[in-house]
């Protein structure tokens, strides 16, 4: 086996820099050895660095999507107990979690539930699973977000602002019925339910389904025009459950055997 030329590889070192190729730079080394052992064809070795960049050159695109996402951690759909939501299909839900389907014509999802029902925990699990299939998502606290948009809008850069969150596909908003009363009065997420529609997906989380919307927007015309909008293409998921921690804090106690009914759930509430 011939070692490589000093000047050789000098030359390549500051070739494969310019041209940022660093995953190449890495590897080169080890597959030039294993092409010369194995007496590889040229253009067998040449496509083995090319695929070995794109490859790497995917993965840290998603980990920066990722990165950039602010998922909490540790929600996914793995470990997401779809029977506790028995009105929820999981084939649904593994069907929006490639994407393609709704994203792409900037359709929404809608989770209605009390707390502790496994809305954020579903939400945050779907951005992963897209952010995994090369879709990029925001998850924000609902009352975060207009905070940032109302500091925008006093400096005059709402739109701007708004313009900026066009670059991810969805933006999970968590929480939006607890956005406060003088939160509502400005408007902001009204602006921003108009500039997305039927171009970029939202993922809405409420407490509350419309009928108790009104403190979110300035007023009854606008909290109308916004859900009007939200639902043209919407899928809508209501999960009506009990807590999840509640039901498995009340299994622990009891500890393995029959399932808890309704009626244990309630008493011991
Ligand atoms: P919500 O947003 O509806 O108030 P969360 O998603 O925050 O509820 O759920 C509360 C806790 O219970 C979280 O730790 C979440 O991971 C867990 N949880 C809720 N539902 C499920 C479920 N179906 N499977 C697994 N964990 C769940
Ligand atoms: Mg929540």
Known sequence: MTSPDAIDVGRLTLALNDLRLPAIKTIWP?????????????ARFLAALAE???AERASRRIQRHLDEARLPPGKTLDSFDFSAVPMISK???MALAAGDSWLEKGANLLMFGPPGGGKSHLAAALGLALVENGWRVLFTRTTDLVQK???ARRDLQLEAAIAKLDKYHLLILDDLAYVSKDQAETSVIFELIGARYERRSLLITANQPFGAW???FPDQAMTLAAVDRLVHHATIFE???ESYRRRAAIERKRGPGRPPTRATIKASS
């Open 149 to 151: 948009l109302q500091s």
């Open 91 to 93: 084939a649904q839900v």
């Open 30 to 42: 080890d597959f030039a050895a294993r092409a010369d052992k194995e007496g590889w064809p040229a």
């Open 214 to 216: 009104n403190s979110v």
């Open 239 to 241: 999960m009506n459950v």
């Open 52 to 54: 070995h960049e794109m």
